[in-house]
């Protein structure tokens, strides 16, 4: 068990989708502050409250001045979302080791450090064959923390989390739909009806990232994951059929068809991720995940399409 930090001063940059559905979660901890660090504080003044306050903070500015900002915190979390430059979070992760030993000059405990890196396990897809620059990114952005951390008084967290679970079930993502003049729903595989994805609710994100800053879970350097659940495309077309009470057509889009539709519309980012999303690393077993360890009850694919599909 790790040895929780008694008093957080949490960083927290970026208050979008998840930034914003962690504050209840991080600022319901004892002892704890949090600063959000945002361009526009004047657009987020809703967000601060007792222990919570804004900080006006560009992550593109100048190295020096960011690393000490970030030696001021004891733990800082990024969910600065998708739309960075190249590079951006390789910048972050250095400022970050120099904000690790600025921090050791003034006699300050280790800067923890949660990167960017609320999705799928980088360490198995790599780039995916030169079609994700940002995931090779983020696989040296892990490199980077592994050889370079401890010496630089920071320790660090990776909290893999599959896809947010809304975007399941987006129609721009196009695995679940609903059919035109309330003739039912269509779930597409991707890749096969056994193969899989992990998904989580960004708030269960919070949830858990709450124990975990709690110090109820082993975490320091390492990789944890997480999973609201882990389900097969043929079981998530059941769940929709139950759920629904509707009619489910299902197709199937092999690899070979994902990778036909990318060739003929190679920018296309949602198309890039359906190929990504037929390969490996996108899904883990429930019970390897830090929420199963804890006994933590997360929202399940079937109670969210309760939630969101039921008439
Ligand atoms: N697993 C998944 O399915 C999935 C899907 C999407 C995202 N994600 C992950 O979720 C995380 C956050 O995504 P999100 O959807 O919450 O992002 P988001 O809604 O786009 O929010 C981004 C936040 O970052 C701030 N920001 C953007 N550029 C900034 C800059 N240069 N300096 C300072 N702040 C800046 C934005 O504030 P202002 O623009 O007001 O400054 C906003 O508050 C990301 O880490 C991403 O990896 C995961």
């Known amino acids: 068990m790790s ?7 949490f960083l927290l940059l970026g208050a979008g989708e998840l930034g914003t559905a962690f504050l209840p979660h991080l600022s319901s901890l004892p002892n704890t502050h949090i600063t959000i660090a945002i361009r526009t504080p004047s657009k987020y003044a809703h967000l601060s409250g007792p222990n919570t306050s804004l900080l006006s903070l560009d992550i593109s500015g100048p190295s020096e001045d960011l690393a000490k900002t970030f030696a001021n915190y004891s733990t800082v979390i990024i969910c600065t979302g998708f739309g960075q430059p190249a590079g951006t979070i390789t910048k972050l992760a250095k400022e970050i080791l ?3 030993l600025l921090r050791k000059e003034a006699g300050l405990g280790k800067l923890w450090f949660f990167p960017w890196q609320w999705g799928v396990d980088y360490d198995v897809t790599g780039d995916c064959g030169g079609l994700m620059p940002l995931f090779g990114e983020q696989l040296q952005v892990r490199k980077l923390l592994r050889s370079q ?15 947010f679970m ?10 679940v739909g609903e059919e035109k003049a ?12 056994e193969h899989k994805v992990t998904v989580t609710s960004v708030s269960d994100i919070g949830k858990t990232l709450a124990r975990v800053v709690a110090g109820d879970v082993e975490s320091e350097d390492r990789i944890l994951y997480i999973a609201g659940d882990t389900v097969s495309y043929a079981e998530l077309a059941g769940i929709v059929g139950r759920v629904t009470g509707k009619n489910v057509r299902r197709e199937e889009w092999t690899t070979q068809h994902l990778e036909e539709e990318l060739a003929k519309d190679p920018e296309n980012l949602i198309k890039k991720y359906r190929v990504v999303f037929a390969g490996e690393g996108v899904w883990w077993d429930k019970e390897i995940t830090v929420n199963y360890k804890l006994g933590m009850p997360l929202t399940g694919v079937e109670m969210y399409a309760k939630q969101h599909l039921a008439a």
Do not use: D, Y
């Open 166 to 175: 809304s975007f399941l079930f987006e129609p721009f993502w196009g695995v």
């Open 149 to 163: 951390a401890a010496q630089s008084h920071v320790t660090w967290t990776i909290v893999s989390t599959g896809i």
């Open 98 to 100: 120099q904000a690790g």
């Open 182 to 193: 309330g003739a039912g729903f269509v779930v597409r595989a991707l890749k096969s009806w």
């Open 3 to 9: 040895s929780p930090i008694h008093h957080h001063q």
